[in-house]
């Protein structure tokens, strides 16, 4: 009797070992990052934030009983190697979970192969980048939002612009040929339209450009009031560079320089940054400044000083880090890993994250925008001190965390 009662209790746990085996599994979630190339200042910023919230809440116990895994690939900067990567993520590593890399120029790219294994998505700081899909179940993690995403990446730039006495007359656009300063663009140009500026340069130029002086040099042929330019770190640092060597005088010069928020950037030009007027997505300033946020930014420096990333993290970390909370939150609450009911559950509700409340509206875009705008002012060498505060970057929209008037003209980076 007691041979085949330990005989059947044996069967049991046969049979049971395989499930409590696959109980501990983990919970894997795949991307691509730009740890390489033009965008990895940033791609590896948020690299270390949601390894941070890997580690955190893997010490709590992980998610539904099992440990959480990053499973990820070096992109290099490149849109070409992205649908790549999803596709060995899903079919190869077979991931529970996908999300984006950073930028615009990396999300839409992912799209289609999310949609194809039909995949809930969360985009890392994509601008409109569903715009085109129009795909249900993906979501943005960007504070570009409302109906309108494309303008309000811009909106604080015009309001800025609108303000100024004589109002401006002239604008020139100016942009890569890639998916992110193209959706910048097309904001812009419906924001000029609206504010009456007459747009007297509007041109884009190949990704590779290394020699920016030419592309300065035909804008300040034009005598604009205004210059947008819609670029990525490579591109933004060559711009200022050449507006600096030839003297580009404007009213206002910036608007949609990706990589002035990075603090390796902002080290490096230093000087040359001041008069410019910029987007930004977070800094330690007013309502932003919660102390969840201020707790994560301590436990991210920490870590950030030995690991050669953004010292600082303002930029992209909060919201690689919100990024996985939005998820973790999806997933506790529908207690699983479906994709469908993730995408039902992140889609009607609300999310509490550092980088603020999360609620997300028409194509996955947040339903209200909380896009700052900026102008450096009394950067004194390239030290990094100073950008902590940030005194030197002075807030000009909204109005609500406004701490500063505008100061015009923009001459070239001199003061």
Known sequence: MLTRLAGALFAIALLLAPAVARAADPITIGFGMALTGGLAPNGKAALLAMQIWEQEVNAKGGLLGRPVKLVYYDDQSNPATVPGIYTKLL????????????????????IP????????????????????FNYPNYFSIAPTGGDHPKQSFSKGFFEVAKSLDPKPKTIALVGADAEFPHNALDGARELAKEAGFKIVYDRSYPPTTTDYSPIIRAIQATNPDLVFVASYPPDSVGMIRAANEIGLKARLFGGGMVGLQATAIKTQLGPLLNGIVDYDFWLPVGSFATPEALDFLKRYQAKAAGAGVDALGFYLPPFAYADMQVLQQAIEATKGLDQQKLADYIRSHSFQTVAGPITFGTNGEWTESRVLEVQFRGVKGNDVEQFKDPKVEVVLYPQSLKNGEVVTPYAGGKP
């Open 113 to 132: 192969v999310a949609i194809q294994h039909r995949r809930m998505f969360l985009g890392l700081l994509g601008l409109s980048a569903n715009s085109e």
């Open 91 to 110: 079919d190869v590593d077979k991931v529970d979970i996908i999300v984006s890399g950073y930028a615009t120029n990396m999300v839409a790219p992912a």
